[in-house]
């Protein structure tokens, strides 16, 4: 909006008398029948648009969010034009009204994500409004100038952001230098960013002034406002702290005291907390990589791990956003000590008996102070944060630290108290443990979940005992069907005659193990005291009503069972149960999945373009049983290709293929007869699929688009986890959008290159795959979806170490697995793979000591999947000519 309201009066007026129907144009009538003081006028237009936008709104629009998103994002402004107009106009004069009135818009501009352009347009909407009722302060407009610039930062439009902080400056807002200093931060002018903070700071810019307004304020409402005041000068002081830690341009000790100055102006800021517990961690990885004998008392005494303990603690009792990088990095460090406290001190490390003895001392110590801070902390966090890492919990439920293990069970029994419904899932997959001390253990967890319901005094709490026996029976009887001996060639059984199930134990109050039902929802806003009130789960959940009785036979090896449970809302809901199968692996990539998923959400330009990887529900039974959600629609690779050649007449000869391929590698000189007998036998087809099942152009453009996407986002998130066995059995394609699904991730960490044939390309890209991609091949949206998903990758590195190290440090999953044979760049040990998977994310080849950028990573990948060499050394079975 650029404040020209007789200019936009005279086009208004000849858009009236061409009868111009927009709403962008009725959005303005509004605002102009408001200037004019047109009070009745403005509320007939807009109650005008929002009925026209609402009859839009038809049974086949509403089918998704997306599908429906400009008409909500055209309520949305609606609403927002009216909240501010009206209120600025008749009720806000004062200016606690007007502060928790802007709250509120930002928590519903909160709620948009990603989507820079929408926000943009609210937010000038939110200003044009506020300056017409001449009631809101200069500091109110400010603000909406101020967020303009941050999201015009964080979307790369420079100008825009420089042009909406100065506007947020002019209108004397103390915040604007902060902006000001991040810009120069972001164009790369560091040294001068820091010298704009280390000035406004040293002049004392951000001190607390009583609120610039006519209007009488309230003691409370001073008080806020000395809190936002303080609040900012924190956000310098953090500020600075972060980017002289980043620039290493000063001592360790003068970063952490910038830290803990940022925490004093504002004890209750969660990211203060986050960032000094950051450090702290950067302490002890730097530490931690020390030779033995030579690192530092701080590592050596636990002090370091209890430092990032507490700090990350304290963080998560004031807000939610860090809560996956926070929280199961305080799990592993915790767990990591007492473990270590309980070993012998390694003589490397000091042959002093004196010295040895006071550093196992000072480890206790800081154990007993890590206990000490965990129970305070865990009884005061909110539920729904300890259910985000109830499975890492409960794989290390057998730490044979008592206390540690009490710890562990007390925070099981928070988690599945306040969720039963889904938390049950985890802990009755102990119950049925292989394992003797784990099933004890988690029956153990079963009776402090019931003796903690006692004391609650919740509806559902009072009758947990009784859903735990349903759970038990309902698991026992889904572990029976898994093992159950099915005869060869059966393809279709009834439950009841064939495998004697028990029907009757459904109806159970569990809920249906699918993804979107066993996921909490954390809330938009992250501030402590919004999450204290918020469900993270809906309150009628779908719960299991029946199992139908015709099942189907799956065609592998371990016969996996399709199974169909009616749900509590009267739909269909179809399970995969296998058996013969640890699932787990596959549970902890779908957690690592998911995380990625939130950054992609996050980040403006994945946004933009929708990027995703597909997941889905895994729910083991126990160590060898688990139920998967089946996703419909689904078609694999291999089916796709070798269907479209069949309508050409060609059917592999794996004899002939076997015997080019071994002509193929015999010689270097030789390679050719890859290309020149073996692919041109098979010509890629994959495109005919798309053309087939998305016959209007529109769709098909938009189905072959979201392929292209997915497949590069999952080509780099697969490269950096070592993903390899990506057969054609393995890539599935959903039939409705064209995205890809990925499954079987038992191949991970490079664990390909020891194969008896090693697996030397990155990801699948074979003929067929970028065949489907369109003209441009690998070089058009391919290739900018894999420069932007590891980009992604690279700037999330720690919170995705941090998820990947507890992984890999869970006693009761092998992600490492017995190698076929040794191989020297594939790691062995957790260590090993850690530093593998950190070395690929800041773009180190091995034998390399110089990282390449993302563009130059990304290129060398795609040559190294499309070599014709590594492709025609592939097994047979890879189908490296499909």
């Excluded at 970063?255 to 000094?276: D, N, P, S, T």
């Amino acid at each position: 909006m650029t404040g020209k309201w007789e200019k936009m009066h005279n086009y208004l007026e000849l858009c009236a008398q061409k009868n111009t129907a927009d709403f962008n144009i009725g959005v303005g009538l509004a605002l102009d029948a408001f200037r004019r003081g047109q009070r009745q006028q403005f509320r007939d237009i807009i109650d005008g648009l929002r009925l026209s936008v609402s009859k839009s709104l038809t049974t086949n629009s509403v089918t998704s969010l997306q599908s429906c998103h400009d008409s909500i994002l055209k309520l949305h402004a609606l609403t927002e034009i009216e909240s501010v107009a009206l209120a600025g106009a008749d009720a806000c004069k004062n200016p606690e009204e007007r502060s928790s009135l802007r709250e509120s818009l930002d928590r519903r501009l909160d709620v948009l994500g990603g989507y820079i352009s929408d926000k943009q347009y609210l937010l000038g909407l939110r200003r044009a409004a506020m300056e017409l009722t001449g009631n809101f302060a200069d500091s109110d407009i400010a603000a909406a100038w101020l967020m303009s610039a941050r999201l015009a930062r964080r979307g790369n439009f420079g100008n825009q952001a420089y042009q909406s902080m100065l506007n947020a400056a002019h209108l004397k807002d103390r915040s604007a230098t902060i902006e000001h200093a991040r810009l120069l931060w972001k164009d790369g002018y560091h040294r001068k960013a820091i010298q704009i903070l280390e000035g406004a700071i040293a002049a004392n810019e951000f001190a607390s002034t009583a609120p610039s307004s006519g209007n009488p304020a309230s003691p409370t409402f001073i008080s806020t406002h000395e809190k936002q005041q303080n609040l900012l000068a924190a956000r310098a002081h953090l500020l600075l702290a972060k980017w002289t830690d980043r620039a290493g341009q000063t001592q360790s000790d003068i970063i952490v005291q910038r830290y803990r100055e940022a925490i004093k102006l504002q004890a209750r800021w969660e990211k203060a907390h986050y960032y000094l517990g950051k450090h702290y961690n950067k302490i002890l990885d730097s530490e931690k990589s020390k030779p033995l004998g030579k690192e530092a008392q701080i590592y050596l005494s636990g002090e370091a791990s209890k430092l990032v303990i507490d700090n990350y603690l304290r963080s998560l009792a004031h807000g939610n956003k860090y809560v996956f990088q926070s929280l199961p990095k305080v799990l592993t460090l915790w767990l990591e000590h007492a473990s270590a406290v309980e070993q012998p001190f390694d003589p490397k490390r000091g042959d002093n008996e004196e010295f040895q003895a006071h550093t196992l001392n000072q480890r206790k110590k800081s154990l007993d102070d890590m206990h000490s801070q965990l129970r305070k902390y865990v009884s005061r966090m909110p539920a729904a944060l300890l259910f985000t890492i109830l499975p890492q919990v409960v794989a290390r439920i057998c730490h044979p630290n008592p206390t540690v293990y009490n710890l562990l069970t007390k925070i099981v029994a928070k988690a599945v108290n306040a969720f039963p419904q889904q938390g049950l899932w985890t802990v009755l997959a102990v119950v049925k443990s292989s394992s003797k001390d784990r099933a004890s253990r988690g029956f153990t967890c079963l009776q402090k979940i019931t003796d903690m319901s006692k004391k609650l005094k919740t509806e559902i709490a009072h009758d947990i005992r009784g859903m735990i026996n349903q759970g038990q029976k309902f698991s026992d009887e889904l572990l029976r069907l898994c093992v159950a001996k099915i005869e060869n060639k059966v393809s279709r059984i009834h439950l009841a005659r064939n495998l004697n199930f028990n029907h009757k134990v459904a109806p159970c109050r569990l809920v249906v193990p699918f993804q979107a039902m066993l996921t909490p929802t954390l809330p938009a806003s992250h501030d402590s005291e919004y999450l204290k009130g918020f469900r993270a789960f809906p309150r009628d959940t779908t719960t299991i009503e029946a199992i139908l009785d015709d099942a189907q036979i799956l065609n592998s090896l371990q016969k996996p069972r399709k199974i169909s449970i009616r749900g509590s809302d009267g739909k269909i809901y179809n399970i995969l149960c296998k058996p013969k199968d640890d699932l787990r692996k596959d549970q902890r990539l779908m957690e690592f999945n998911n995380m990625i998923n939130r950054f992609l959400k996050k980040d403006v330009e994945s946004s933009k373009r929708r990027l995703y990887i597909k997941t889905y529900a895994v729910t083991p039974l126990n160590e060898e049983c688990g139920l998967i959600e089946w996703v419909d629609n689904l078609r694999t690779l291999r089916e796709l290709v070798t269907k479209s050649l069949k309508e050409r007449g060609i059917s592999p000869n794996y004899e002939e293929i076997r015997k080019y391929l071994t002509d193929a590698c015999s010689d270097p000189s030789k390679v050719s007869i890859f290309t020149d007998n073996l692919l041109v036998m098979f010509p890629p087809v994959l495109h005919e699929w798309f053309v087939e099942m998305f016959p209007e152009t529109g769709a098909w453009f938009a189905a072959r688009l979201r392929y292209t996407r997915s497949c590069a986002v999952m080509s780099m998130v697969g490269y950096v986890l070592g993903l390899g066995d990506r057969h054609g059995e393995n890539i599935l394609f959903e039939e409705g959008t064209g995205g890809i699904l990925h499954v079987d991730f038992n191949c991970l960490f490079d664990k390909g290159l020891t194969f008896e044939k090693p697996e030397l390309v990155p990801f699948r890209l074979t003929q067929n795959m970028v065949d489907a991609f369109g003209a441009y091949g690998y070089n058009g949206p391919f290739r900018k979806t894999c420069e932007l998903s590891l980009d992604l990758l690279r700037q999330n590195e720690d919170a995705l170490m941090t998820i990947l190290e507890t992984f890999l440090h869970d006693p009761t999953t092998d992600f490492i697995g017995k190698k076929r044979r040794v191989h020297a760049s594939v790691p062995d040990t957790p260590a090993g793979v850690l530093e593998n998977t950190r070395n690929k994310l800041r773009g180190l080849l091995p034998g390399e000591s110089v990282p390449l950028s993302v563009d130059g990573h990304v290129d060398e990948l795609i040559i190294q999947a499309t070599d014709i060499r590594n492709l025609a050394a592939m097994y047979i079975g890879w189908c490296a000519f499909f």
